[in-house]
């Protein structure tokens, strides 16, 4: 196991969070020569991995990162995101949609547009996005995420496209609930960070493309079983 992972250097969004946390754990378990940790927070720290604090949704800065990286980095995860649980027209819905947006989406087209170049000259690299189940059917609970988020599944497929014909590989991770203080009100079971870090370090070595972890598998059957029934059962959850 491991083997596409050991001796890669990995540049993760996020990692300051509870799944980043995680996935950190699970990267360096599995033998990655370096992470470089892009962003506001970061993991505890360690020798293998390098602090940049970098706004992700500042094209500029994140150019600048790349420009320092991008000729070593071989694996991008984009793990940041921001969930404001707002329905549609509740009071500030539109500045926290725009922020959802911001991060959720512009985030990972910022990644890709500074990172990608150097991989497609190498014919080889990988990205990695953690978007949610929740990127096909909308939960109105959370209107503005679930858009942002459907948004950047939308991005993903077409990065596929666009990278695939240079060797550049592009992998949705699409988990339900994980067990995140973004979640803390959701009642319900739900996904262990380390699980999900696990499922996706898996997903690396497998060459997956869409990654349905733990619960996920089975909802995401179900909505393609039923697409309309999927959105009504959504929607009844504003009752």
């Known amino acids: 196991m491991a083997e596409r992972l050991k001796d890669a250097v990995v540049l993760l969004s996020g990692a300051g969070g509870g799944i980043g946390r995680a996935l950190t754990k699970a990267l360096l378990a599995a033998g990655v020569a370096e992470i470089i940790s892009a962003g506001r927070d970061h993991p505890r720290a360690h020798e293998r991995v390098r602090e940049e604090t970098v706004d992700i949704t500042h094209l500029p800065s994140v150019r600048a990162l790349a420009e320092r990286y991008a000729d070593r980095v071989t694996v991008v995860i984009a793990c940041a995101g921001v969930n404001a649980n707002q329905r549609l027209f ?12 911001e991060v959720n989406y512009f985030g990972l087209l910022n990644l890709a547009s500074a990172f990608a170049p150097a991989m497609q000259a190498r014919g080889r690299g990988l990205f990695v996005h953690l978007l949610t189940f929740l990127s096909h059917v909308n939960l ?70 869409d990654v349905y972890p733990g619960p996920a598998a089975d909802a995401y059957r179900m909505y393609a079983a039923d697409p309309k029934a999927a959105e009504r059962g959504m929607a009844a959850r504003l009752a």
């Open 140 to 209: 109105p609970l959370m209107a503005g995420y679930c858009a942002s988020k459907a948004a950047a599944h939308s991005l993903t497929q077409a990065l596929r496209a666009e990278l695939g014909r240079s060797g550049v590989q592009v992998c949705g991770v699409y988990p339900a609930v994980v067990d995140t203080a973004m979640s803390r009100d959701i009642p319900g079971p739900k996904l262990a960070p380390a699980e999900l870090a696990q499922a996706l370090v898996q997903a690396i070595e497998s060459g997956a493309e």
């Open 90 to 101: 509740t009071p500030g819905f539109e500045a926290a949609a725009r922020r959802e947006v």
